[in-house]
């Protein structure tokens, strides 16, 4: 009797493992499966034109890195001269994203070309940027026009990196 009890026990936990390994099965097929998430990665220049504070958490020269990154992943890159500031910044108006870094101590991206300042040294409107500049080997916030951040035209080497172009 006792070995019929311990067969039958046997086999009902067997029927019970098999109906719930059907159940699985058909909630596979029925397509109920979870939602799966989806992880996007984006890049260190397309990070920073969305939130500057982004170089903070950075260790070594963060706009060194950022440039590197800006070359590999830039939809255009522009160099900005004095001769060419004003259709620089049409052109950069075309982005939703235009960071521009001048030689490897100054990062900002433009905030806004509609707050804009005269500049007399540039001959055209400047617009409001955000960013950082390398002092004394430690990021300082600026938050000012283009004119007062990348300073007066002179021989630096000043690139504008576009990203998703609008128009």
Known sequence: MKK???ALAAFAAFACSNESSDANVET???????????SIEISLLEAFAENPAVLK??????IE???ED????????LTFYVANAEKALEVAAGYQYAVVVTGNHTAVRIASYDDCQ??????????????FIRKGGEL?????YMNMVVGRPDDQNRKIYLLNRVR
């Open 4 to 6: 019929v009890l311990i």
């Open 28 to 38: 596979i097929h029925s397509g109920e499966t979870p939602e799966l998430q989806e």
């Open 57 to 62: 958490s950075m260790e070594g020269n963060q």
């Open 65 to 67: 890195t950022l440039i």
């Open 70 to 77: 800006a070359k590999a992943n830039a939809d255009q890159v």
């Open 118 to 131: 005269q500049s007399g040294s540039w001959g055209i409107c400047m617009p409001l940027v955000e960013g």
């Open 140 to 144: 300082k916030e600026e938050a000012d």
